[in-house]
């Protein structure tokens, strides 16, 4: 009974170093891993993973909007123009443009910051501000010189 007593016992110390052993392999092996997934998510913090870093160059990222008074015909700057590009300078342009009886809106398609159709002068600075990204709003002030109503108003009374 003494040496089952003695085997058993090294049987038990036997496992319990087989045990201790594959612990600290294993403890060993997921160390090494962390340590990789830690690298991964300092690279994708830094920007060093792929050739553009972590941000997607065909997403969205340039907006700017201009608003103006395209019909001279009430106050407020109703009318505006929206670029919205992304960092290759790909994108629409979109236009509303208010009037008293009625609005009509525009889009054109943008391709490396140029206008596919022709670009009206708001559309123009709106896709300019965006790839710029100096600013998101833009007022375009009125025209000098007498708007649509003053000048029926002169005729009427000349």
């Known amino acids: ?10 049987a038990l110390s036997v496992t319990g170093v087989v045990a201790g052993v594959i612990g600290i392999v294993v403890g060993v092996v997921a160390s090494r891993r962390a340590a990789r997934v830690v690298g991964e998510c300092r690279d994708l913090v830094h920007g060093a993973v792929g050739s553009y870093g972590t941000v997607d160059p065909r997403s969205l990222r340039n907006v700017a909007v201009v608003r103006y008074d395209a019909l001279n015909e009430m106050s407020g700057q109703l009318s505006f123009s929206l670029a919205l590009l992304n960092a290759h300078g790909d994108g629409v342009v979109l236009s509303s443009i208010n009037g008293r ?21 708001e559309e123009a600075q709106a896709v300019h501000s965006a790839q710029l990204g100096t600013e998101l709003s ?21």
């Open 1 to 10: 009974m003494g040496i089952v007593l003695i085997v058993i016992m090294i």
């Open 101 to 121: 009886a009625e609005t009509r809106t525009y889009a054109k398609p943008v391709v490396a910051g140029k206008g596919e159709q022709e670009l009206s002068p």
């Open 138 to 158: 833009a007022v375009v002030p009125a025209p000098a010189g007498p708007t649509r109503r003053e000048s029926k108003r002169a005729a009427a009374t000349a």
